[in-house]
């Protein structure tokens, strides 16, 4: 059975609802002529009043119910698939890509569905081809780490560990199922060499001093090697944008953890404020978590507070970004209309938020081949005393979380 589109549903209900007042408009006039043509102390008048209001009421209350019938289904006959993609959405955002719509009867909604489907599918292929990747990759790196004779530890954007090869191991005294996913900053808190190792990430200090290691009764040097983005330029140039979009009053989305990075991203907030003579509008400088949740639930203790919320963010990073365009959204308060936001990092999730996050792209992928290629050149020629810094520029992805003030 074909169901009707909304074109249709509407003609139809508009029709049926014209008819019956038209009909009911014929009645009155037919029934008031009849009146009219009768005498009124005839005994043919009293009842033929009471017949005529009797019509009159019947078809008025048909077309009362008939209206209050329309005004019920016609709404939900279109709300329906729009909270279908609703919900769709939400579950694509809960990172549940198996989600899929079926709205092959409804005309109007059948190209969005297929097209949601299509993201969904492409999505799911996504995290596949990305996670096989990452596998491929990950021993693919690890037999380079652990074929080197130097200690070697690598972690990610949250200081977790990610791989440790054996002289790392040895060298800290540690296991790697102990260390594999934890967080390094905890561990070094019981290591002494490690809170060593890692203090350079967290603690800007021009002072690079070797490592000196006593192992197999011998003494060893060890500098570490790092590979950057430009964060003080990539946040300043972030800043720069929403200025020229008009904006003057700019917030700063902290997060409560400062590594290195953010706090160099913090430095350019500011150098561009600085260059334009603005600066911080009050409470503008919000500090959150910088996990999902922990920035959403910084976000909303202090939007509870009732605090003038400047016209723009700058956010450390995309998923502090996220979490707070989830609390202002629950609050309200619409994204880019009364607010816009610039995240940092260009995360996959940016991309299917609502509304799609601008932000900094950083050349990960890239960044990694350098890593893999400087361990490589490590083993090649072990016995070089060049140690370099390598610098990797961002790249600014604009999207729509940003509105132009006029």
């Not at 972030?238 to 290195?260: C, M, P, Q, S, T």
Request: proline fraction near 3%.
């Amino acid at each position: 059975m074909k169901v009707m589109n909304i074109k249709t549903k509407l003609v139809l209900g508009i029709g049926m609802l014209a008819g019956m007042i038209i009909l009911l408009v014929t009645l009155s006039v037919v029934n008031l002529q009849i009146l009219t043509a009768t005498e009124p102390d005839s005994p043919a008048a009293m009842p033929g009043l009471e017949r005529a209001l009797l019509w009159i009421s019947i078809t008025g209350g048909i077309c009362i119910f008939t209206g209050l019938g329309l005004l019920y289904w016609l709404p939900r006959s279109i709300s329906k698939p729009v909270k279908e993609l609703k919900d769709g959405i939400l579950e694509i955002a809960n990172h549940n890509y198996e989600k899929r719509l079926d709205m092959s009867d409804n005309e109007e909604f059948r190209e969005v569905a297929d097209s949601f489907n299509r993201m969904a599918e492409r999505l799911t292929e996504y995290r596949a081809s990305t996670l096989s990747d990452i596998l491929s990759a990950k021993k693919f790196i690890e037999a380079i780490v652990n074929s080197i004779d130097d200690p070697i530890i690598g972690l990610n954007t949250e200081r977790e560990i990610l791989f440790i090869n054996d002289e790392a191991l040895s060298i800290l005294n540690m296991k790697r199922e102990n260390v594999i996913r934890k967080s390094a900053e905890e561990l070094s808190l019981k290591n002494d060499l490690l809170r060593r190792l890692i203090r350079e990430l967290v603690t800007p200090s021009d002072q690079k001093e070797p490592l000196k290691i006593y192992a197999d009764n011998k003494e060893s040097y060890f500098k570490a090697s790092y590979i950057l983005i430009n964060n003080t330029d990539a946040a300043c140039n972030a800043v720069e944008y929403l200025i020229k979009k008009g904006h003057r009053e700019i917030g700063y989305l902290r997060g409560d953890y400062r590594i290195k990075g953010f706090q160099y991203r913090e430095y350019g907030y500011h150098r561009a404020l600085q260059r334009h003579g603005l600066s911080s509008p009050p409470d503008g400088i919000v500090t959150v978590g910088t996990q999902l949740e922990s920035s959403y639930e910084g976000m909303r203790r202090y939007l509870e507070k009732n605090p003038k919320l400047p016209t723009a963010f700058f956010a450390d990073n995309d998923v502090i970004a996220l979490g707070v365009m989830k609390a202002m959204q629950e609050k309200g308060i619409e994204i880019p209309a009364q607010v816009s936001i610039v995240g940092f990092d260009d995360i996959n999730f940016g991309t299917v938020s609502v509304p799609a996050l601008t932000t900094i792209h950083v050349f990960k992928q890239e960044m990694g081949e350098v890593a893999v290629r400087r361990v490589l050149d490590h083993v090649r020629y072990s016995d070089s005393k060049i140690k370099m810094k390598i610098q990797v520029y961002t790249e600014f992805t604009e999207r729509d979380s940003v509105r132009e003030l006029l």
